[in-house]
């Protein structure tokens, strides 16, 4: 429950989505490529992507997209309808009023639960959490913990508004 109530919370307060399905695609597959390439940690038959998007409270007329990695065995009480595979993870995306804005993006698998924690677990994974605007641009980033992810970004083609300010956890500038 504490995990759930983490991850909505982040959702809430940070990525803005009004994003079509190319962009929203290129958003998973980046994260995917990006976290894969920095740590041999992340495991495709235990590790899932958790991937969810909301309305903003904050930025008028934008949605916010959130992704992240997951341990199966850390998720509980996650509701979801479907499970995806894309670049060999399992996918799951948080089932709300937009979650149909996903559908025919991702290759479906046969359904499988995927709550397997016991315990509920405080657990603080690395997000990604964008604010685009109406244009397919990126407003604001939180979560970005290194100055490469930027350059990252912009070598997968992703379009930054003129307004667009990025946030370095802990100041590191």
Known sequence: MKYRMSFF???FFTFVFSQDKKTVKKFVESFIEYRTRKSNLLKKEKD???FGILKSEIFPDCKVLSICFSSKDLLKDFS???VYEVKGFK???FENEFSEKTDGIFKTLPYENLNLAKLDL???PKTWDFVFNENNEIEQIFGLHEKSFYEFL???NF???SAFRYNLINGNN
């Open 91 to 93: 996918l799951i995306i």
């Open 159 to 161: 379009k930054f508004s």
């Open 80 to 82: 979801y309808r479907n």
């Open 48 to 50: 899932i992507l958790i």
């Open 9 to 11: 919370l982040a959702l």
């Open 122 to 124: 405080n657990y603080d």
């Open 154 to 156: 912009k070598k997968k």
